[in-house]
């Protein structure tokens, strides 16, 4: 027997821009990244979150007079196209087909760019096309939701749900450009813009003491949208999670952990068991506060740092708990997580702010515990200020005043 | 606006086995191979090609038999699956979603394998679902044909047809192992052999001219099928390929050129207009013969050097022409070899023996010339030593005498 041994390095690089209007009479940053790189006029096919263009029906238009500036040196075979944004765009494979059929049909090349402008759910669904088709067409993300925009639409993961598992179909494909236009927040319901910074919490929590702090500082204006707090909070969330990425070492997560799924475990059955009633970050923010009380009680966080965590959740209108909680299958979640990621058992935890360490076993008596605490901590409905539909049994628990910064 | 430029690299490092009875009853290899980097007893799914099964019925008894001595240390939810082989596997998607519904049904994580033993097409169809499946479950693939060991087994593409184009759905992921078995050969059609030596003589004519009049000596033992000819030519073959994704500083395929698919442009669509009565390695001969002469045509190849590549490729029992290059639409097929690139036209022309150079047009008109002085070259019909079903319009044309090293 012999043995050749292939080693190979594969270099990514793209960049992430933060900035406001990319799709304004005088932004040519769109367009900037279609030209770069290419020679000949490549080709574009844009897919908009009909979410967003519900809530902000002149986008369409406005994207279309954005390529038109670039003339001749864009081909755009077809309008731009408008997918369900949110979980069911994932999981109903009918709009995988159809858009996998349309930039079939656009003859998109391997130089040729899908951009998809919308919320995380949608930037999946676009981002497993694109990863899939000639096996990788570029892809520019725009993302338009908090969530997306601090988190989920930096990354380099796409995926849809499948055979009864969530992003059971995906790939690792780092994107072309991520354009983070914060003007696209503008019409973003407040439940949907508090639902986002549960990911900026809990990377806060596990990386940056001082960014939690100025998350405790500004939770009124955070909650209510305002951009003045909700621009570098977006910002820093965005910046601790691209640092993960590049200068993790496991970018494309060979290993079985993943250092920043703090409170994902319960997280990702929540949104199955409660078939999209629970937003994904309000899923986060029960998982976290879950974890951050089993951290307590394992004796690897301390009490007033598991306080202030749930507090900061609950002052950002998040929710601790939801009666799904108490009808988890404990060990089945815990195994789904780990068939996802592969390998041993591996969660997060925080032992304080901005550090954490690795558990391999959580006992199912103390996650019962932990699920009758946050039920009891459940006290007063939260003060709704946008007229919106009732949260997901969101309720708040004040921050003590002994625990604000 | 201000921006982050997300740069990293992504290691990739797997083994390629040259060996023969991996399902033998000393052979640890497979096992090895399995256990590798596991802390927990790893989930095994295996899947089977059809046609391999159907030459060789001893096959799953003997991949199960193999397993068995992993005891407790593997964990096997299924036995062993047989998947139809041929490019068919990749043309209908229920073979592709049959696949995907039992490796999740058997909760394959990322640390499980997924064993794939068969010809290119099967192994293809196995790299994406693998690839696919939690964004990566391992594969170890077992390629059992020529062309597999030579070539497409090798490498760290995946893919089936869809939407009217041949791999248009698919990814690049590196195997977790390749355990090249020779004895797997025993059971091929000569048709078969010949074939996967197409791809031999493509990759000696662009890298290795040494290698190339090796071919030319062996070639009536290589026809033959007989193992000692056969074994090294496939291992020259398969270090020249590997040496070309490990060194070739692309191996994802980034930029616009696929310096190694010499003669690919008219193969794949020969492939496609015969509905597979072309196997690739056929395909692939009667487009190495074609470009050959259209690159003497245009002053880059030498004359004799043209005939000699033809000459071997008909003494090895390839096709250097068929009916279907008639009907050839030459535009539309260079149209689609761009497109699936991606970017600018590029094709690889050999400039000698080991030497290529890279040219980003193809006269209609010369194309025509070419392929009529191919239907002139088709003088007998081959003579067949294997009883087999005629080949596709194969005819040979000796290797003159004054050509032969």
């Known amino acids: 027997m012999s043995t050749v041994r292939q080693r190979f390095d594969v270099p990514f690089d793209f960049p992430v821009h ?15 990244e279609l030209l770069r790189g290419t020679t000949t006029a490549p080709k574009v096919a844009v897919v908009l979150d009909g979410g967003l263009v519900a809530a902000c029906p002149a986008l369409p238009g406005r994207v279309t007079a954005t390529l038109d500036r670039g003339g001749a040196r864009l081909r755009r075979p077809s309008p731009p196209r408008i997918v369900p944004g949110g979980e069911p765009c994932k999981s109903d494979p009918r709009h995988l087909q159809a858009l996998q059929q349309a930039i079939a049909e656009d003859g998109l090349c391997r130089h040729s760019t899908l951009v998809a402008v919308g919320g995380g759910a949608l930037l999946d669904l676009a981002g497993f096309v694109a990863a899939t088709a000639h096996r990788g067409v570029r892809l520019i993300r725009v993302p338009s939701t908090v969530l997306a925009q601090d988190d989920a639409g930096l990354g380099v993961k796409n995926g849809v749900n499948a055979y009864g598992r969530k992003n059971y179909l995906g790939t690792f494909a780092p994107p072309w450009a991520v354009l983070v236009d914060h003007s696209l927040l503008a019409t973003l319901p407040l ?25 405790e500082r500004d939770a009124a204006a955070l909650t209510r949208g305002e951009a003045a707090a909700l621009e570098p909070a977006i910002r820093r969330g ?126 199912v008596a103390a996650v019962r515990r932990a699920v009758a605490e946050l039920a009891r901590r459940v006290v007063r409905a939260p003060e709704r200020s946008d007229g919106g539909a009732p949260g997901p049994k969101a309720r708040v628990t004040p921050v003590p005043a002994e625990l604000r910064p």
Do not use: M, Q, Y
Not at 18 to 32: E, H, I, K, P, Q
Not at 312 to 336: K, N, Q, T
């Open 238 to 363: 965005a910046e601790l999670h691209l640092e993960h990425i590049r200068g993790g070492g496991d970018p494309f997560e060979l290993g079985s952990a993943r250092p920043l799924d703090f409170g994902h475990w319960t997280a990702h059955r929540l949104e199955e068991l409660t078939d999209g009633g629970l937003r994904h970050g309000e899923a986060v923010a029960i998982g976290v506060a879950l974890d951050s009380l089993l951290a307590r009680d394992a004796g690897l966080l301390p009490g007033p740092i598991a306080e202030r965590i749930c507090a900061l959740l609950a002052a950002l209108g998040l929710p601790l708990h939801h009666p799904a909680l108490e009808a988890l299958d404990v060990a089945d979640a815990l195994d789904r997580f780990r068939e996802h990621l592969g390998g041993e058992l591996t969660i997060t935890w925080p032992t304080g702010l901005g550090r954490s360490t690795e558990v391999h076993a959580v006992e």
């Open 18 to 32: 933060f900035t406001r209007d990319v799709f304004g009479a005088n932004s040519t940053l769109l367009l900037d």
């Open 191 to 215: 439940r949907e813009v508090r639902s986002g910074l549960a990911e900026a919490v809990k990377v806060a929590v596990l990386r940056d003491g001082a960014f939690f702090a100025a998350l």
